[in-house]
């Protein structure tokens, strides 16, 4: 069982046998220029001193975040990390909320008591993240085990980095669900610097999907700047899983087009390398693809641009009229109560 490496979505034709249409597609679109509209919007905010911490972006990684989640099912589940905010994008996290989150709001996802990108909401099938990355895999294989053993046809989805991927919980997530080929798609985001560590001294394989035979299942390698293959091939896994079939390792691969967060400039990433990925950057390329494929007029790419910008603004005003969480409501929902506990082992 080799490593497959997926072929680029050549025709509209192509789509349409993977169940997207016109206005699919549109969405996809608009689901892309969103998320990179909330992220830049988040950067000025940061140098207006209104985000606390630091902050990190998915700048290149949008249409690997969208391309999975718009595969997804209703009723699946995923643990989406720092660089996926298209994921929650897709799935319905309104920008205000993501806005209001990373200014610690109590209107965000976590009420104002977590990371600026830690965020989730769980009514959305999402789980949020911890800044241990790869502790999420167990998560979504968790999820994943309680879906086999309450027979439901639903799927988890864990993200990962290609730096994480040397993390002893990748291991054990991925050995378990292989073993007991659970329906769980493993998706990494290969950006191809851990920080600052490229990927010739993270891992000896050419691909990190060339692990999964080791595991037991399928490893795939799509390029992760090309939105409908990344949804292509990720719709295959879902359903294989969703069927019966097991686990995959999707590999979407990019380049991260900024540095680690706001305080590195990625200064070790060669300009030339940087010069290169641009000219494949997800949001140009299907802007084109589409203009090319599905006829896309300036008018409508005009008319999305337009509509993105003044959710954005909307968002930003609304988020910021969000109060700040009072310290009387530190510990709600952060500790369960005997009530909230309905295993019989607690009774």
């Avoid at 985000?51 to 589940?77: C, H, K, L, W």
């Avoid at 995923?78 to 993501?98: A, S, Y």
């Avoid at 035979?213 to 969703?242: C, N, P, S, W």
Wanted: hydrophobic content about 40%.
């Amino acid at each position: 069982m080799a490593v497959r490496e997926a072929e680029p979505v050549a025709s509209l034709s192509e789509v349409k046998e993977a169940g997207l249409d016109r206005e699919d597609l549109l969405q996809i679109y608009r689901n892309m220029v969103l998320t990179r509209g909330i992220e830049e919007r988040g950067h000025i905010l940061y140098r207006q001193g209104k985000i606390p911490g630091s902050f990190y972006t998915g700048r290149g990684n949008e249409a690997s975040a969208v391309g999975v989640a718009t595969a997804m099912g209703t009723d699946d589940v995923g643990t989406p990390l720092h660089r996926d905010m298209g994921v929650h994008v897709t799935r319905g996290v309104e920008p205000w909320r993501v806005l209001a989150q990373y200014m610690g709001r109590r209107d965000g996802p976590t009420k104002g008591k977590d990371g600026n990108v830690h965020m989730a909401d769980a009514r959305l099938g999402l789980i949020a993240m911890v800044s241990h990355l790869p502790a999420m895999l167990p998560v979504a294989v968790g999820c994943a085990l309680a879906f086999r053993i309450k027979e439901e046809p639903r799927v988890a989805v864990g993200w990962f980095g290609e730096g994480a991927s040397a993390r002893g919980d990748t291991h054990e997530a991925m050995t378990f669900a292989g073993t007991r080929r659970l329906s769980v798609v493993f998706v990494c985001d290969n950006n191809q610097w851990a920080y600052s560590t490229p990927t010739h001294l993270e891992y000896a394989t050419e691909h990190v999907a060339d692990r999964a035979v080791a595991y037991g299942f399928e490893g795939v390698v799509v390029d992760g700047t090309d939105v409908l293959a990344v949804y292509r091939e990720a719709k295959r896994a879902i359903e294989k899983a969703r069927a019966g079939g097991g686990p995959t390792l999707l590999e979407c691969q990019t380049l991260r087009m900024e540095g680690h967060a706001v305080h590195d400039d990625a200064f070790y990433v060669p300009k030339e390398l940087f010069e290169e990925w641009a000219k494949r950057d997800p949001l140009e390329r299907f802007r084109l693809w589409l203009q090319e494929h599905a006829n896309m007029t300036t008018e409508e790419d005009e008319e999305i641009s337009a509509g993105v910008k003044k959710l954005l603004n909307d968002a930003l005003q609304r988020a910021e009229e969000s109060p700040l969480p009072d310290p009387s409501e530190l510990l709600e929902g952060v500790y369960a109560t005997p009530e909230d506990l309905d295993t019989p082992h607690h009774k």
